[in-house]
Every structure is written in C-alpha cells, then in structure tokens.
Nanobody, 123 residues
C-alpha cells in the first residue's frame, strides 16, 4: 500500500504561482509512476503531469505544458507540482496519485490516490 497526502493548496490571483506537495509513504518503491490530476465538479478527472518513479522522466498534458512543472524529492518521498501563470479556470481540486503500471496520465492507470487539495484562482 502507498499513502499519499497533498498539501499547499490555497488562493492566489490570476497570473500568480502556487506549489502543491504530495507526501508519499508506504511501499513507494513498488510504483511505476506518480502524477497530478485535477477534477472540476461534474467533469472527468484530468491527468496533468506525471513522473516515472525509476528514471525520473516527466510528461505533461497539453493543457498545462509550459505552465506546470512536476518534480520529486526522493530523500523526502515528496512529489511537487509547481504551477505558474495560473488562470481562473485552473480552480479546482488537485490530486496526487501513484500507479504500479500506468498509463500515468489516465486515472485508470493509477492505483493510489490522495484526498486532494483545493486551488482557487481569483480574477
């Protein structure tokens, strides 16, 4: 089992930046990748960014490429999502996830989920 706890959500103005974190514990070595997702009310959960647990390679959804950066601190077992140039439409819950096999940008590819952290962008 892998436990994931997000933090760092909050409110910022449009154009600002925010970094959300995800503390991982448990059998993290068993994961293939970790990623960030978001889900607005009434919409499907959307994959934003992912990182391979082994090699550290990253990939992004087109909707956030160039604005969001995923990274990890292996020593702290922590995953980060740096979000820049934030827009009001980025307002929603953000979730950290880990998967044993992937696909890493699709919810069905992830096996473990945090409870989410709320990000609110004001115009």
């Amino acid at each position: 089992q892998v436990q994931l706890v997000e933090s760092g959500g909050g409110s910022v103005q449009a154009g600002g930046s925010l970094r959300v974190s995800c503390a991982a514990s448990g059998y993290t070595y068993s994961t293939y990748c970790m990623g960030w997702f978001r889900q607005a009310p009434g919409k499907e959960r959307e994959g934003l960014a992912a990182i391979y647990t082994g090699g550290g390679g990253t990939f992004y959804a087109d909707s956030v490429k160039g604005r969001f950066t995923i990274s990890r601190d292996n020593a702290q077992n922590t995953l980060y999502l740096q979000m820049n140039s934030l827009k009001p439409e980025d307002t929603t819950m953000y979730y950290c996830a880990a998967g044993r096999r992937g696909p890493c940008l699709h919810p069905r590819g992830m096996d473990y989920w945090g409870k989410g952290t709320l990000v609110t962008i004001s115009s």
